[in-house]
C-alpha cells in the first residue's frame, strides 16, 4: 500500500448498531451512495463492516455478517476507483469479500480468530491488525496495562511473527494500536502521543480516532453527532504524530484539514 502522502480510510458501517453511524446506511443502495459520496470527497479507502464492535456490543451471525456487506462490495465494482478495505474478525466473510472485491483485511482481533490468520495468508491480500483487550462486549471493563505503548508494541511483535510466519508478507501488514478498544483516556492519550514509536516494525500505521468517546470527554462529555471538529483535530494529530492512514466518519472535513497541513509542512519560503 502506497503511503507516501496520508490515506483517508472513510467508514461505512452496514449495521443497525455501530455507536456512530448505526443504522444510517443499513441498506445497500444507502451505503452504496455513502461510499461514492466519501470518495468523491477525498476518501482513498472505504472500509465495510457488517457487525458493531462498540463498547457492549453483540456478536453477530456469520450469515448476517455476509448479508450486510457483500451486496454492497459487489455493488461497488467499477463504481469507485478506491481499494475497499472488510472491516471483519470471521475467516468466511475474509473470504467472500475478497472474492466479491474487497482487497484489505480490517480486524479489530489481529487475525486471532481460528483460521484468519491462514484465510488472510490465502488471499493475499493487505491486512490491519488491531490491537484490542478483551472484547468488545467487556474491553472497556477497567482496562489495566503495564506500560500501554510497551504492552501494545510486544502484542503487535507476536501477531507480525505469527503472520510472517503463515505466509504473510511484512510489507503487507499494517498496524492500529485500537484507540477505544479496551482503553481509558489516558491509555488513548499516551498511544496517540507515542504513535510514531510503532514505526520501528517498518510497517504503516492506522489511527481510528473519530468521534470515539475520548474525543467526547476532551471535549467535556459532547455527544457523537458533536464531535466531528475534535475527530478532525484528532485525525490531524495522529497525522504529525506517524499516522499512515486515518480512518475516519466526516471524510470531507478531514481531506481539507489534511490538504491545509500539507501545503503549510510543504511550504518553502
Keep these: ?57 453483540f456478536a453477530v451471525s456469520i450469515n448476517d455478517e455476509l448479508n450486510r456487506v457483500i451486496p454492497v462490495i459487489e455493488a461497488l465494482q467499477g463504481e469507485i476507483n478506491v481499494p475497499i478495505s472488510i472491516d471483519t474478525s470471521k475467516p468466511e466473510v475474509m473470504q467472500k469479500a475478497v472474492e466479491s472485491g474487497a482487497s484489505i483485511i480490517n480486524d479489530v482481533n489481529a487475525l486471532r480468530s481460528e483460521g484468519a490468520v491462514e484465510m488472510a495468508a490465502k488471499l493475499k491480500t493487505d491486512v490491519c491488525l488491531m490491537h484490542m483487550q478483551g472484547s468488545p462486549r467487556t474491553m472497556q471493563n477497567n482496562p489495566i496495562y503495564d506500560h500501554v505503548v510497551d504492552d501494545i508494541k510486544k502484542f503487535f511483535k507476536e501477531r507480525i511473527k505469527v503472520c510472517e510466519a503463515a505466509g504473510i508478507e511484512l510489507s503487507s501488514i499494517t498496524l492500529d494500536p485500537g ?20 514505526h520501528e516494525f517498518g510497517v504503516s500505521i492506522l489511527a481510528g480516532l473519530s468521534r470515539k468517546s475520548m474525543i467526547g470527554t476532551l471535549l467535556g462529555d459532547k455527544n457523537v453527532d458533536s464531535r466531528m471538529i475534535g475527530s478532525v483535530t484528532a485525525a490531524l494529530i495522529a497525522v504529525e504524530n506517524g499516522a499512515d492512514i486515518v480512518r475516519v466518519h466526516d471524510v470531507s472535513e478531514t481531506n481539507d484539514a489534511l490538504k491545509v497541513w500539507q501545503q503549510i509542512k510543504n511550504f518553502r519560503e
Design 1 to 57: 500500500m502506497d503511503v507516501s502522502q496520508p490515506i483517508i480510510m472513510g467508514v461505512l458501517n452496514v449495521t443497525p448498531d455501530s455507536f456512530s453511524d448505526g443504522g444510517k446506511f443499513f441498506d445497500a443502495s444507502s451505503a452504496i451512495e455513502q461510499a461514492k459520496l466519501m470518495v468523491d470527497s477525498g476518501a482513498g479507502i472505504i472500509d465495510i463492516g457488517g457487525e458493531s464492535t462498540r463498547p457492549g456490543a
Design 179 to 198: 484507540f477505544g478498544f479496551g482503553k481509558n483516556l489516558g491509555h488513548n492519550i499516551a498511544l496517540l502521543k507515542n504513535l510514531s514509536e510503532f
